[in-house]
């Protein structure tokens, strides 16, 4: 089956957007100075474990979002508290998946780096939903918690479909050899 031409088009206007530079620029060099000991670089990266660690810690926060949504399309009160609990097992872990992705991402290339920078401004986009639905959910506005949490899944997904693009179509962060990728 052929990629969808509308989203192939949307994809390659966000790796040619220049209009970004600045911003990627700014955010790199943060990221950069603050990950400048190599030895939590290298953590940060996975060297250790063989292979970069944010692909991995993703799972965490969308697998209890995921879960979450579950629970809220069954219903029943005791599993509005435990979806209360699972976005905020999300909320928590998004944290330390951001800040690997954030340090493989400042070693890309400008296309990629463009990508990135678009692919994390989409997911804070929807961690900030599902902090809205947390604090809904505390305040006993379940529907509103829900709806908020549905649209934080809606847009952490976009947000995956362009990690899912950096990595698979512009190959971030992908190896020529059996070193980890960014192993310096």
Avoid: C
């Avoid at 905020?88 to 330390?96: H, P």
């Amino acid at each position: 089956m052929p990629e969808i031409r509308a989203i192939r088009r949307l994809t390659d206007a966000v790796e040619h957007a220049d209009v970004l530079d600045k911003a990627v620029d700014i955010d790199r060099s943060v990221v950069r100075a603050l990950a400048r000991p190599r030895a939590l670089r290298q953590l940060l990266h996975g060297v250790p474990f063989g292979h970069p660690l944010h692909p991995l810690m993703v799972q965490v926060p969308l697998g209890a979002w995921i879960s979450a949504a579950v629970l809220d399309l069954v219903g029943g009160k005791g599993n509005a508290k435990a979806a209360r609990t699972l976005v905020g097992v999300g909320l928590v872990s998004s944290g330390s998946a951001s800040v690997a992705g954030y340090v493989d991402w400042s070693e890309l290339d400008r296309e990629q780096l463009r990508t990135g920078w678009v692919h994390q401004a989409v997911n804070w986009v929807g961690i900030t939903l599902y902090g809205l639905s947390w604090m809904q959910r505390k305040r006993g506005n379940h529907g509103a918690g829900k709806l908020l949490g549905f649209a934080g899944l809606a847009v952490v997904g976009v947000g995956g479909y362009l990690g899912g693009h950096l990595a698979y179509r512009q190959r971030a962060g992908v190896g020529s050899s059996a070193r980890v990728p960014f192993d310096d």
